[in-house]
């Protein structure tokens, strides 16, 4: 069979079960497959596939029939312009969590950091390592850590420091929220603190997605939680003791949540901001430490 005839075949299966982003899933499960990237599929249509290849690449799309997120079977995602690791372990990194990274580049810049400074960042909830990881792209001065509670999400953040080539500037550590960082000298040090926190609460588990229900993560994306907003409630007090004075908390919020994570902000913190994600869903809230605030 052809690369043609398979992605056709393939494809027409995908659509026939309503797969959402159909061509895109059989053209990186045949890319998978073969080890190529999109331009070879697409300048050499012609080339016969081994019936190996095309029954592995069957096997794949059988695969992606049962909800699993295409990412999770090819094992990447690319966020900011880089190739992510993932696994099960980890949440695949969303694109609307790109205005969390443009957030504290407009900010840096808004207030004269420069990208070279030696600034200090700690992301919460990392994950994959996404989030810290492009901005250790974008601030090659910066010394950025990572917090994860989860120890099997933090080997897939630090294996991608390594791919991407940052493992020196990018320290990933074990910890519930900021508590590790708190108790040393990390106290009132950092420039930034950013976070896209679990935020599903169990009202809107009948709205969460099968392929997020069922293979992200449960802790990642909120399983436990009753309303949502916990983390951001513990989080926001701890961010306060973290930061700088004039240091900015930036946290990607859910659906309709601006009111209540703008309401748990409360004294110590000004310049308050909500930014909008492509879809115009209220989606980045940044707010600055008050400078002499008691935290
Ligand atoms: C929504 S995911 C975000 C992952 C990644 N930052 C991203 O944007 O793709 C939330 C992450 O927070 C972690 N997490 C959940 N509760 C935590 C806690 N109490 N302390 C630290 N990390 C936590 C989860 O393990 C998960 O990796």
């Known amino acids: 069979m052809q690369i043609r005839d398979a992605l056709r075949a393939g494809l027409k299966t995908l659509l026939e079960n309503h797969v959402p982003s159909s061509q895109l ?134 294996r991608n420091a390594v791919r991407l080539g940052m493992p020196q500037r990018v320290k990933f550590l074990e910890s519930d929220l900021l508590a590790r960082l708190l108790d040393t000298d990390s106290f009132s040090s950092f420039d930034f603190v950013v976070s896209n926190p679990p935020y599903v609460g169990h009202h809107e588990l009948d709205k969460l997605q099968r392929e997020v229900r069922d293979f992200d993560p449960s802790l990642a994306w909120g399983g436990d939680l009753e309303c949502g907003d916990e983390i951001y409630k513990r989080l926001f007090p701890q961010a306060l003791r973290a930061l700088k004075p004039g240091g900015y908390v930036v946290v990607e919020i859910g659906y309709n949540m601006q009111d209540a994570v703008l309401a748990l902000l409360g004294d110590g913190w000004t310049d308050v901001e909500v930014g909008p994600d492509l879809a115009g869903i209220p989606r980045v809230v940044s707010a600055r430490k008050v400078v002499g605030a008691k935290a």
Request: proline fraction near 6%; glycine fraction near 8%.
């Open 25 to 158: 899933a059989a053209e990186l499960l045949l890319m998978r497959v073969l080890g190529c990237d999109r331009g070879y599929l697409h300048a050499h249509p012609e080339i016969d596939l081994a019936p190996d290849v095309t029954d592995t690449f069957f096997r794949l799309v059988d695969e992606r029939l049962t909800g699993k997120p295409t990412q999770y079977i090819t094992g990447h995602q690319e966020f900011w312009g880089l190739d992510f690791e993932v696994s099960p372990d980890v949440l695949i990194p969303r694109p609307e969590t790109e205005h969390v990274v443009e957030e504290v580049i407009e900010l840096a810049a808004r207030y004269g950091l420069a990208k070279d400074a030696r600034l200090q960042i700690v992301d919460v909830g990392t994950g994959s390592g996404c989030i810290a990881l492009a901005l250790a792209s974008e601030f090659p001065g910066a010394i950025i850590f990572g917090a994860d509670i989860s120890r099997p999400a933090l080997v897939v953040a630090s």
